[in-house]
């Protein structure tokens, strides 16, 4: 199984950035954490973080052209402003599941609302960087075919 492992803007900055929201880990930690989960399964994880819009959407259609089985998509502020990402997870096979390290729902109100979250199989949403295990976790957990 192939899963790939999409990070928005700013979420370079992880572990720096408004520390008291989303905690002091680092991207490096969690692709750390993901790998060796991963390769408890057998699996690979190809880890990437964009603050580039036009690099996601291509990340994306990647993932379908080069047999990628399920995608976990932090997608930071692109989730309540991009159409494009969007239509990039509507035109694609290959399921998403969307995550965010802190509760967008009890953020200010413009982070209430996902364009992303009705063409993704779930949202996770708040439960700390756990988030991106569970998303691998269940990608790791089905059989191809199961979601989308």
Same mark, same amino acid.
């Given at each position: 199984?192939?899963?790939?492992?999409?990070?928005?803007?700013?979420?370079?900055?992880?572990?720096?950035?408004?520390?008291?929201?989303?905690?002091?880990?680092?991207?490096?930690? @969690?692709?750390?954490?993901? !790998?060796?989960?991963?390769?408890?399964?057998?699996?690979? /994880?190809?880890? &990437?973080? #964009?603050?580039?819009?036009?690099?996601?959407?291509?990340?994306?259609?990647?993932?379908?052209?080069?047999?990628?089985?399920?995608?976990?998509?932090?997608?930071?502020?692109?989730?309540?402003?991009?159409?494009?990402?969007?239509?990039? @997870?509507?035109?694609?096979? !290959?399921?998403?599941?969307?995550?965010?390290?802190?509760? /967008?729902?009890? &953020?200010? #109100?413009?982070?209430?609302?996902?364009?992303?979250?009705?063409?993704?199989?779930?949202?996770?949403?708040?439960?700390?960087?756990?988030?991106?295990?569970?998303?691998?976790?269940?990608?790791?957990?089905?059989?191809?075919?199961?979601?989308?």
């Amino acid at each position: 199984m192939k899963i790939l492992v999409l990070n928005g803007p700013n979420l370079n900055r992880l572990g720096k950035r408004e520390p008291e929201i989303y905690g002091r880990e680092t991207l490096e930690d @969690i692709k750390e954490r993901l !790998v060796n989960l991963a390769n408890d399964f057998n699996a690979t /994880i190809d880890f &990437r973080q #964009s603050n580039h819009e036009g690099v996601l959407i291509d990340w994306i259609h990647e993932a379908e052209d080069t047999g990628v089985d399920g995608i976990v998509f932090n997608p930071g502020a692109y989730t309540h402003t991009s159409i494009g990402l969007r239509d990039a @997870i509507a035109g694609v096979q !290959v399921p998403v599941i969307e995550i965010h390290i802190s509760n /967008i729902h009890k &953020r200010e #109100s413009f982070r209430h609302t996902s364009l992303l979250a009705p063409e993704c199989v779930g949202q996770i949403s708040g439960l700390g960087t756990v988030g991106y295990d569970l998303a691998l976790r269940k990608f790791l957990g089905s059989n191809k075919g199961d979601l989308k």
